[in-house]
C-alpha cells in the first residue's frame, strides 16, 4: 500500500494538479522501481478511482503491471449515484473551497468522519484523530481543494473508466459495506450488474472505512475472494485514500 500524492506521509506540492491520471502515473511508476510486475489490485475510496484508469491503461496495453484480479471497496465509482458529503461539495466549489479548507475546525472534521462509519463510535478517537494529523502533514489541508477535482474526473472522464469495466476479463470482486452514507449501496449494485462475472461480499453493519471499523472482518473477505481464485499469483498493490 501507498499514499497517494497528496495524501498521508506522501510529498503534497502546492504546483500540481492531483489528477486521477498523474497519480496512476506514480502507482505505476512507484510499481516499477519495486519490481512488481504482477499483482491483485485491491482499492478503497479515492483508490477505487485510480484503479479505474489503471484498468483503462490495461485495456490499451499501457499498464506494465500485469493483474490478476481487482477488489472494488466504497468508492464513487459511479459519482453520478454517490451522496456526496456537505464539505465534498464546499470543496467543488473554487471560490469557496480554499476558505473551507482552512477554515474546517477539527471538531467537525471528526464529526464528519464519524457520520460515514457503520457506527459513530466504531473507530477510536486516537485513529481519527491520527487520520487528520496526516491530512494536515506538509501542507495538506490546502491541497484538499485540488485533491477535490477527483469528483469532476469522474464526470469528465466516464466513460473512459466506466467503458473498460463493462469489458473487464479479470475476477472481480465487489467487496461492500453497505452502511457508508456517500459510497452508497447502489454503486455496489451498478458495478455487479455491469463488470462481466463479478462477485459480490457485503458488510452489512459497516461504514465507509471497513478496514478501520473491523479490519479482521475486511481482511477476511479480501483474502477469501483471493483464496477462492483458482490460481493465486503476485503480491497484492492496493491503491487506496
Known amino acids: 500500500m501507498h499514499d497517494h500524492l497528496g495524501f498521508g506521509w506522501s510529498d503534497k506540492p502546492a504546483d500540481y494538479s492531483y489528477s486521477l491520471l498523474e497519480q ?3 502507482a505505476i511508476a512507484l510499481w516499477r522501481s ?3 510486475t504482477r499483482g491483485h489490485l485491491v482499492a478503497h475510496d479515492y483508490g477505487t478511482s485510480v484503479a479505474t484508469e489503471l484498468l483503462a491503461r490495461r485495456e490499451r496495453g499501457l499498464c506494465p503491471v500485469d493483474f490478476a484480479s481487482v477488489t472494488f471497496c466504497n468508492g464513487s465509482i459511479h459519482i453520478e449515484l454517490a451522496h456526496l458529503t456537505p464539505s465534498q461539495h464546499l470543496l467543488r466549489v473554487r471560490r469557496l473551497a480554499p476558505i473551507f479548507a482552512r477554515l474546517s475546525s477539527r471538531r467537525l472534521f471528526l464529526a464528519q468522519l464519524r457520520r460515514i462509519l457503520g457506527r459513530p463510535d466504531a473507530v477510536p478517537e486516537a485513529e481519527l484523530l491520527a487520520m487528520l494529523e496526516d491530512l494536515e502533514r506538509s501542507g495538506g489541508r490546502e ?7 477527483y ?5 469528465r472522464f466516464h466513460e473512459r473508466w466506466i467503458g473498460p469495466l463493462t469489458r473487464l476479463d479479470l475476477p472481480c470482486h465487489v467487496l461492500w459495506a453497505r452502511r457508508d452514507p456517500v459510497a452508497v449501496v447502489a454503486i455496489a449494485d451498478q458495478l455487479a450488474r455491469e463488470i462481466p462475472g463479478a462477485k459480490v461480499t457485503w458488510l ?6 471497513p478496514m478501520l471499523e473491523a479490519p479482521d472482518r475486511w481482511a477476511e473477505g479480501v483474502l477469501a475472494f483471493l483464496d477462492g481464485m483458482p490460481a493465486r499469483a503476485g503480491h ?5 485514500a
Open 24 to 26: 496512476a502515473e506514480v
Open 34 to 36: 519495486l519490481g512488481v
Open 143 to 149: 491541497r484538499l481543494p485540488a485533491l477535490a477535482g
Open 151 to 155: 469528483m469532476d474526473e469522474r464526470y
Open 204 to 209: 452489512d453493519d459497516l461504514g465507509h472505512y
Open 236 to 240: 497484492a498493490v492496493a491503491p487506496r
